[in-house]
Nanobody
Framework: QVQLAESGGGLVEAGGSLRLSCTAS????????VGWFRQAPGKEREFVAV???????YYADSVKERFTISRDNAKNTVDLQMNSLQPEDTAVYYC?????????????????WGQGTQVTVSS
């Protein structure tokens, strides 16, 4: 079992930056693939970024070159650095984990979810 908790959301102006952090419980966190997803009002949850247990990174086209996912297994954290934020990045951001290797971008492939953190970007 893994429990996840996000932090770091907030309100920022367009062009600004935020850093989200996902903290996990569990001794075997390093073996999990961890992804970030987001859900805007009235829209489906969408993939943002993933870092696998083998340290492979992958990003959605909409955030590539602006967002960076990093991982510290010693601290059981996976962070999402978000730069050049735009109003369309406004959403609730969730971190998710799956207890298997392999890069996955579909929400249905993740077993564990945090409660989410709100990111609001004003124009």
């Amino acid at each position: 079992q893994v429990q996840l908790a996000e932090s770091g959301g907030g309100l920022v102006e367009a062009g600004g930056s935020l850093r989200l952090s996902c903290t996990a419980s569990g001794r075997t966190f390093s073996t999990y693939t961890v992804g970030w997803f987001r859900q805007a009002p009235g829209k489906e949850r969408e993939f943002v970024a993933v870092r696998t247990s083998r340290d492979i990174k992958y990003y959605a086209d909409s955030v590539k070159e602006r967002f960076t996912i990093s991982r510290d297994n010693a601290k059981n954290t996976v962070d999402l650095q978000m730069n050049s934020l735009q109003p369309e990045d406004t959403a609730v951001y969730y971190c998710a984990a799956r207890g298997a290797t392999g890069l996955r971008t579909a929400a249905k492939d993740y077993n564990y979810w945090g409660q989410g953190t709100q990111v609001t970007v004003s124009s």
